[in-house]
């Protein structure tokens, strides 16, 4: 049913370039943010579960 | 803790701290019920593996034969047990990360109540053969509303409970927790797309390859989403809570959630390496597979440092003990996953018991050993009181330990073995071993052993609930457990530099759409692409739909859980098409809602059983099976013989299939009955000849019927439509 509607998705080439970007983007990103925070903000985030 | 942060916390002056309870109620009902279902998914489990050493304990009825209530098994474990202790977990460390009570008391009972009503449904209709066959999502489409409706009403009272919460962070186990609510929901309802037919019966929305890859992105997602990320969750909070210290990475923890909840979700496709599926499908799978080790390991990695400078205290420590078997045995499982999606270890474990062992190292000492170490460390703290024995629990911690080993091994030694003797090949290039039962009997011991471990896992299970029942007893249960702590905001920060960790940590609904949105993204490259491009399923002009006899067999084949112990896939291997017959097409499957390709070969493939044997051989193999195949570890089925199909429903099945796109003509369900009384009479007639006196109307004859059909449209020149 879901095949019938949508048949054809015009352009598919493109899909494995386009989750390859978003992966990488993805990860990047990811990984600038986690390694910008600071180290006192991480520990405060860690010690969290140690509250009463 | 460290207090002056850059995030310079002030107490804005003359601020009261809030004081408000936190409900224990609720955390111990789950926990109870855990345990409970525990004990009961896993006798039963003991029941169907010592099925396979003793076929009488089938008992010669269809309740308790094997194919019915190995689903209830898995269903009892995974649902039941680790569900029940998902929902202790996260309602204790929810409430007390968000320094609140639940959003809602009413929707903490209804999710109590509403969860064991869906298990006590279950377990009434697995034996009752009422299932979709789909693993681990067998149950039919009334009790799957019922469980979507029961998940938003947990979603709604964790999302509530993150909204009203006093803390301002939110701290890693919730993000884990947040992935789990939203996955588990996007997962459980595009794989239940179902047409009902009946109260009890419905048809998989999909069909064939496009079933498969949809069941397998499910059922690899269910193990990821269900079994991993809730327990992740927990792991961040029972871990540093029992060892007293901080995880040892918190950067690392951001890392292990995103990449895992990104990368997990599309590996689902190495589940069906060497099928029928698309080869770019099966690629990508192999690919995230591999990758996936990375953040598993980071996971464990971070889990067991966080014991750093507390090894001595994992001596004396029961809890510790239980939870450093728990990251052992997951750092085990996800390093073999990966190994197991490689295409040449896939061809050698997959169908065999290697994954029964690799399923158990996950689920024994993972899921169940993190379990115990978490009620060893709540319930002294629920009842206000120290645990009763702790010689009881090391007891327990000791032959759990060699439950799972005694367990694990033999799978692997009986994987091994038959997964060899299946490719063995004599001088002479024929099959060393071409009769299948050679290889079954030959790990039959290694089914015993298992046994053995299972009975010990159990022995211990029973020991924590005695030892957990006395520290009841002994303490005072605290139902509604004070605690202090100021509102949001009245806390005064400071966020400079902060503003990202503002837009993404502090906003759980945000966190739950950006979540969303990395699941979302492989789900839609790994499944548009089957269910839209025509390429991917290559149509064959020869395969026709079933005949209404057929198809009542095929959901007769459905009912008795066939598939549990028999695929319907030969891969490309010579040594498959030589045991088999021809390998299997994408093509075959297109009218197979659902796919029945099946994850387990206890006994053979059937994919090309049609017009193999006569139909004589399979009225006397379903009634005795030790009559036609010496040494037969498959139970009877006596009772095919002696009910009649009911032929009620066939035309609502035909104008069913016909919605989900069968080719029957339109109006053919009125004359079905009439073409499938004359099939069955053809049946009997030649069953007759064979000195066999059977009714045209009994059931196993329309599983004969679907049986000799089985694969055998390949080989007939393409003809018209029924």
């Given at each position: 049913m879901i095949r019938n509607v949508l048949e054809n998705i015009g352009g598919i080439e493109i899909y494995p370039i386009i989750s390859l970007t978003i992966f990488f983007t993805v990860f990047s990103t990811m990984l600038v943010y986690v390694f910008t925070r600071k180290k006192k903000q991480m520990d405060k985030m860690a010690g969290l579960p140690l509250e009463p | 803790m460290e207090q002056t942060s850059i995030l310079k916390e002030q107490v804005a002056p003359g601020a009261v701290m809030d004081t408000f309870q936190y409900d224990n109620t609720i955390v111990r009902n789950f926990a109870i019920a855990s345990v409970v279902f525990g004990l009961v998914g896993m006798l039963v489990g003991l029941l169907v593996a010592l099925q396979l050493v003793y076929?009488?304990?089938?008992?010669?009825?269809?309740?308790?034969?094997y194919g019915r209530i190995r689903p209830l098994h898995t269903n009892a474990v995974i649902f039941a047990f680790v569900g029940n202790a998902i929902f202790a977990g996260v309602y204790y460390s929810v409430q007390r990360l968000c320094k609140t009570r639940m959003f809602s008391d009413a929707l903490s009972k209804i999710h109590f109540w509403g969860w064991q009503l869906i298990i006590l449904s279950a377990a009434i209709t697995l034996p009752l053969g009422f299932t979709t066959s789909k693993e681990y999502a067998e149950l039919e489409w009334p009790i799957d509303i019922a469980i979507t409706l029961i998940w938003v009403v947990f979603s709604a009272n964790v999302i509530g409970t993150l909204i009203k919460r006093r803390e301002e962070h939110i701290y890693v186990a919730m993000w884990f927790y947040i992935a789990t609510l939203v996955t588990v929901a996007v997962l459980h309802i595009v794989n239940s797309f179902e047409l009902p037919i009946s109260f009890f019966k419905s048809y998989s929305w999909y069909a064939g390859v496009q079933d498969a890859l949809v069941q397998w992105w499910y059922g690899h997602n269910a193990v990821a989403f269900f079994l991993t990320t809730p327990y992740l969750g927990l792991m961040y909070y029972f871990l540093p809570k029992a060892a007293q210290r901080p995880v040892f990475s918190y950067r690392l923890s951001i890392v292990h959630f995103w990449s895992l909840i990104f990368i997990y979700i599309w590996a689902g496709p190495h589940h069906l390496l060497y099928t029928a599926l698309p080869d770019w499908a099966q690629s990508l799978g192999t690919v995230f597979s591999v990758m996936l080790i990375a953040p598993s390991w980071g996971g464990m990695v971070n889990g067991l440092l966080t014991l750093r400078g507390a090894w001595d205290r994992v001596r004396n420590d029961v809890v510790l003990k239980f939870y450093v078997v728990a990251l052992t045995g997951y750092g085990m499982a996800t390093f073999e996953g990966p190994l197991l999606s490689l295409k040449n270890v896939n061809a050698l474990g997959h169908y065999t018991d290697w994954i029964v062992g690799h399923v158990h190292i996950g689920a024994l000492a993972w899921n169940g050993f993190f379990t115990f170490g978490m009620f060893y460390w709540l319930f002294p703290r629920l009842f206000r009181t120290r645990l009763y024995s702790k010689s009881l629990a090391n007891a327990h911690f000791w032959i759990g330990t060699l439950g799972i080993v005694f367990y694990a091994i033999p799978m692997y030694w009986a994987g091994f073995t038959q997964g060899l003797m299946w490719k063995q090949f004599g001088p002479n290039g024929t099959l060393q071993y071409p009769n299948f039962i050679e290889t079954v009997n030959a790990i039959v011991p290694m089914y015993a052993l298992r046994a053995i471990g299972g009975t010990l896992y159990i022995v211990g299970l029973i020991m924590l609930a005695y030892n957990l029942v006395r520290t009841a007893a002994q303490g005072k249960f605290l139902a509604n457990e004070e605690a202090q702590a100021y509102s949001r905001g009245v806390i005064k920060q400071n966020h400079e530099g902060d503003f990202w960790h503002r837009v993404l940590e502090r906003r759980p609904v945000r966190m739950a759409v950006l979540a969303l949105v990395a699941i979302l993204i492989g789900s839609a490259v790994e499944l548009i692409p089957t269910w839209t491009v025509k390429s991917n399923v290559p149509q064959m002009a020869s395969v026709l739909p079933y005949t209404p006899l057929e198809l009542q067999g095929r959901d007769l084949y459905i009912r008795e859980g066939c598939n549990a112990c028999h695929s319907q896939m030969v891969r490309p291997f010579r040594s498959e098409t030589e045991r088999y017959g021809e390998y299997s097409k994408a093509?075959?499957?297109?009218?197979?809602?659902?796919?029945?390709?099946?994850?387990?070969?206890t006994g053979p493939d059937l994919h090309r059983l049609g017009d193999k044997y006569p139909d004589s051989w399979h009225y006397h193999h379903m009634l005795e099976p030790t009559s036609m195949t010496s040494g037969s570890i498959m139970p009877p089925y006596p009772w095919l013989v002696d009910d009649k199909l009911d032929v009620s429903n066939t035309a609502d099945k035909i104008a069913a299939m016909r919605t989900l796109g069968v080719p029957y003509a339109p109006g053919y369900e009125q004359k079905a009955n009439a073409d499938l009384q004359a099939q069955a009479k053809q049946i009997a007639a030649r069953l007759k000849d064979a000195g066999i006196k059977a009714d045209h109307e009994a059931e196993i004859i329309a599983l004969i019927a679907y049986m000799q059909r089985l694969g055998t449209d390949i080989k007939k020149a393409p003809a018209s439509q029924p």
């Open positions: - | 076929p009488e304990l089938n008992f010669g009825i269809p309740y308790t034969s093509g075959e499957f297109v009218y197979d809602h659902p796919f029945l390709w099946g994850s387990k070969r």
